[in-house]
């Protein structure tokens, strides 16, 4: 297994404002994804985060909105921008070691924005 | 985004009793069919797995099915236990993973 790490664990925002979401692995993986899960929803992938390129977005998410870093193989952060209440969801961040195998999940970080 | 069709959306079932959960989904080119259970404020947990080239596989308590030809697969749970209550979501992948829309189930003591 993996262990992962989320900070924040939860926040709360006001509209308009910015929040880095932080995402720690105990060990190298290859994989690194972020989702968003909608209170009482499944889960969304949000995009791929690509070590030393830029990430791979799903459609209707988009850079300047959630540009996310990855700048080794252990860590990872993902930018929640110019937020809107709409915006209030967990952000997860998930990684796999392989292209096929186990995905793991962090603890998640709840947002609130006001 | 959702690719994987599950069901019920809710289940109650008596301590004891057999959970089932059922999948399905679309795009033959997923390789890899896990299984998460998510207790409130809590991510989910990977419970059990399964590859395409496998009909059915044990974990203890829980077991997945899995039917190739109809692209379906399901999980599980035998003797289930008021602790057992969580939200399970299965999932399938390729490259990335896509997620059904969860089951809350409830086990009643």
């Known amino acids: 297994s993996a262990v992962i790490s989320q900070k924040p664990s939860r926040d709360i925002c006001q509209r308009g404002t910015s929040l880095t979401i932080q995402c720690q692995v105990d060990?190298?993986?290859?994989?690194m994804f972020w989702y968003r899960q909608q209170p009482g929803q499944s889960l969304t992938l949000i995009a791929t985060a690509n070590q030393g390129s830029e990430a791979t977005y799903e459609s209707g998410f988009v850079i300047d909105k959630f540009p996310i870093s990855r700048p080794n193989l252990t860590f990872s952060t993902l930018t929640v921008s110019n937020m809107s209440p709409e915006d209030s969801s967990i952000y997860l961040c998930?990684?796999?070691?392989?292209?096929?195998?186990?995905?793991?999940f962090g603890p998640g970080t709840r947002l609130t924005v006001l | 985004q959702q690719q994987v069709k599950q069901s019920p959306q809710s289940l109650i079932v008596q301590k004891g009793g057999i959970s089932i959960i059922n999948c399905a989904y679309e795009n033959t080119a997923f390789d890899y069919f896990p299984w998460y259970q998510q207790f409130p404020g809590k991510g989910p947990a990977l419970l059990i797995a399964?590859?395409?080239?496998?009909s059915e596989k044990k974990e203890g308590r829980f077991t997945i099915s899995f039917n190739k030809s109809a692209k379906q697969f399901s999980l599980h749970i035998m003797d289930s236990q008021p602790g057992d209550s969580a939200t399970y979501f299965c999932a399938a992948s390729y490259n990335d993973m896509r997620f059904g829309a969860g089951t809350r189930l409830t086990v009643k003591p």
């Open positions: 399964i590859r395409p080239d496998v």
């Open positions: 060990s190298q993986v290859t994989m």
């Open positions: 998930s990684v796999r070691r392989d292209r096929v195998g186990e995905q793991f």
